[in-house]
């Protein structure tokens, strides 16, 4: 219970948490900050981490001129695209492991290859939105790799899902995060990132629902 605590409030209140971190560790904020969204696309057992949430307030406080935002740009984006390929290969050793017994009873090899068909056919969406999808981004690319989704494609994905996260929440951070409202009422913003960060699996939820009970129609 105190851990979750700890995490909610890291989430609400990160901006507090890198003013600290910067005071006491200078230049090694890069560093930790790299660590942290490695971490958090990298490993499967870390999608609680802020990710969005840091790189905005990471965003406001360059713009106060406390750290350089073409450094930070560069570190974030390297630290997710590391992390998703981490991610992804973790994914692609236990594929075999996880898939191996035939018949196991939820976890046989044709759900292997059905996970091969999905990422073939949607890597894209899958990769790219799935980085604005706080706790899904951390399993998209280990799912992927599962499914052994051809390397040089999620690769390729893997960069423009980064490039766009990292630009998006770091520039919105640069312009918005040092206005007097945003700073007095991070708290807000920061749960009103969290919600929109959520749309996305929401509209595709729904969209995958309607498509599901037309195919069903279709068929009765």
Same mark, same amino acid.
């Given at each position: 219970?105190?851990?979750?605590?700890?995490?909610?409030?890291?989430?609400?209140?990160?901006?507090?948490?890198?003013?600290?971190?910067?005071?006491?560790?200078?230049?090694?904020? @890069?560093?930790?900050?790299?660590?942290?969204?490695?971490?958090?696309?990298?490993?499967?057992?870390?999608?609680?981490?802020?990710?969005?949430?840091?790189?905005?307030?990471?965003?406001?406080?360059?713009?106060?001129?406390?750290?350089?935002?073409?450094?930070?740009?560069?570190?974030?984006?390297?630290?997710?695209?590391?992390?998703?390929?981490?991610?992804?290969?973790?994914?692609?050793?236990?594929?075999?492991?996880?898939?191996?017994?035939?018949?196991?009873?939820?976890?046989?090899?044709?759900?292997?290859?059905?996970?091969?068909?999905? @990422?073939?056919?949607?890597?894209?969406?899958?990769?790219?939105?799935?980085?604005?999808?706080?706790?899904?981004?951390?399993?998209?690319?280990?799912?992927? *790799?599962?499914?052994?989704?051809?390397?040089?494609?999620?690769?390729?994905?893997?960069?423009? *899902?980064?490039?766009?996260?990292?630009?998006?929440?770091?520039?919105? *951070?640069?312009?918005?995060?040092?206005?007097?409202?945003?700073?007095?009422?991070?708290?807000?913003?920061?749960?009103?990132?969290?919600?929109?960060?959520?749309?996305?699996?929401?509209?595709?939820?729904?969209?995958?629902?309607?498509?599901?009970?037309?195919?069903?129609?279709?068929?009765?």
């Amino acid at each position: 219970m105190n851990t979750a605590m700890h995490i909610l409030d890291m989430v609400l209140h990160v901006d507090r948490y890198l003013v600290d971190i910067l005071r006491d560790y200078g230049l090694l904020t @890069y560093l930790l900050m790299f660590l942290l969204i490695f971490c958090e696309t990298g490993l499967v057992v870390t999608p609680f981490l802020p990710g969005d949430s840091v790189i905005f307030a990471l965003g406001a406080l360059a713009s106060l001129g406390s750290l350089s935002p073409w450094v930070l740009f560069a570190v974030l984006v390297l630290a997710a695209v590391i992390g998703d390929s981490v991610n992804y290969a973790i994914g692609s050793r236990l594929g075999p492991a996880v898939f191996k017994r035939e018949d196991s009873r939820f976890l046989r090899k044709e759900y292997l290859d059905k996970a091969h068909a999905f @990422y073939e056919k949607y890597g894209a969406l899958a990769i790219i939105l799935g980085r604005f999808m706080p706790i899904v981004r951390t399993f998209v690319p280990f799912v992927a *790799g599962i499914g052994r989704m051809h390397y040089p494609r999620f690769f390729l994905y893997n960069v423009a *899902g980064a490039l766009a996260w990292v630009s998006i929440f770091l520039v919105g *951070g640069y312009f918005f995060g040092s206005m007097p409202f945003v700073k007095e009422n991070f708290s807000l913003v920061a749960l009103g990132i969290i919600f929109v960060s959520f749309i996305p699996p929401v509209i595709a939820g729904l969209k995958a629902y309607r498509e599901g009970r037309a195919a069903r129609k279709s068929q009765g």
